[in-house]
């Protein structure tokens, strides 16, 4: 867990759902894992979003298909218009998709990589302790794509730019952040967004920072 997360006092968790079986065991784990916690529910885009304006959560978890008001058909088009709303009004708020089919997600690809916080998407068919991996990732600003959503996506030059600084120049980030005149914060997201690109993710015991050098130059992205 993150030393940003461990200091809250109390989080405030969000989660959308109109399965209610879902909706109950997402709540249910969530509040077992973390110690102080307030847990709000929804399962409608609109509950969602009216719930989000007064309790500002510090997670904002989320299925796919959904209806938009109650008593409407669960759709995938409401979910991503949602997802899509939440990343435009709260830029700094972790995100995490449970899905049991997140090709949908591709709409939002590049927009995903854009946004201020963690994004994760953790398919419904994970473990519970994967889940619970998927949701810290998330608070530490991680973002996390399946791979199918991966492939295609452009490297953007900005990327490439932190890249070349950090491994064949020996920058640090906040060197990088003054040479390429943006802050620190934003070039934290463009490794994270390299990261996934490249399919790397925190694991124990590994560097990250060195495992992106050497899938860097592996794929050909740093001489």
Same mark, same amino acid.
Request: overall charge negative; aromatic content about 8%.
């Given at each position: 867990?993150?030393?940003?997360?461990?200091?809250?006092?109390?989080?405030?968790?969000?989660?959308?759902?109109?399965?209610?079986?879902?909706?109950?065991?997402?709540?249910?784990?969530?509040?077992?894992?973390?110690?102080?916690?307030?847990? #709000? !529910?929804? +399962?409608?885009?609109?509950?969602? $979003? &009216?719930?989000?304006?007064?309790?500002?959560?510090? =997670?904002?978890?989320?299925?796919?298909?959904?209806?938009?008001?109650?008593?409407?058909?669960?759709?995938?088009?409401?979910?991503?218009?949602?997802?899509?709303?939440?990343?435009?009004?709260?830029?700094?708020?972790?995100?995490?998709?449970?899905?049991?089919?997140?090709?949908?997600?591709?709409?939002?690809?590049?927009?995903?990589?854009?946004?201020?916080?963690?994004?994760?998407?953790?398919?419904?068919?994970?473990?519970?302790?994967?889940?619970?991996?998927?949701?810290?990732?998330?608070?530490?600003?991680?973002? #996390? !794509?399946? +791979?199918?959503?991966?492939?295609? $996506? &452009?490297?953007?030059?900005?990327?490439?730019?932190? =890249?070349?600084?950090?491994?064949?120049?020996?920058?640090?980030?906040?060197?990088?952040?003054?040479?390429?005149?943006?802050?620190?914060?934003?070039?934290?997201?463009?490794?994270?967004?390299?990261?996934?690109?490249?399919?790397?993710?925190?694991?124990?015991?590994?560097?990250?920072?060195?495992?992106?050098?050497?899938?860097?130059?592996?794929?050909?992205?740093?001489?």
């Amino acid at each position: 867990m993150s030393q940003a997360l461990s200091n809250q006092e109390i989080l405030r968790i969000l989660v959308v759902d109109d399965h209610e079986l879902i909706l109950g065991s997402t709540v249910q784990v969530l509040e077992q894992h973390y110690s102080k916690v307030d847990m #709000y !529910t929804a +399962k409608t885009a609109w509950e969602a $979003l &009216e719930k989000l304006d007064k309790v500002k959560p510090n =997670l904002f978890v989320v299925d796919i298909s959904i209806p938009d008001k109650e008593g409407g058909s669960a759709r995938s088009e409401v979910g991503i218009n949602l997802i899509k709303t939440v990343m435009e009004r709260y830029p700094s708020l972790p995100i995490v998709v449970q899905s049991a089919d997140f090709r949908p997600l591709v709409k939002l690809k590049f927009a995903i990589h854009e946004h201020g916080a963690g994004f994760i998407v953790a398919e419904k068919k994970l473990t519970t302790q994967e889940m619970l991996t998927r949701v810290d990732w998330a608070f530490g600003g991680v973002i #996390y !794509t399946p +791979k199918e959503m991966r492939s295609g $996506l &452009e490297v953007k030059e900005e990327w490439l730019t932190v =890249l070349d600084l950090a491994f064949n120049h020996g920058l640090q980030d906040k060197a990088i952040a003054e040479q390429m005149n943006i802050g620190e914060r934003t070039v934290r997201r463009y490794w994270t967004n390299i990261q996934d690109v490249l399919g790397i993710y925190p694991e124990d015991g590994k560097n990250l920072r060195i495992l992106t050098g050497i899938r860097a130059r592996h794929e050909g992205l740093i001489d």
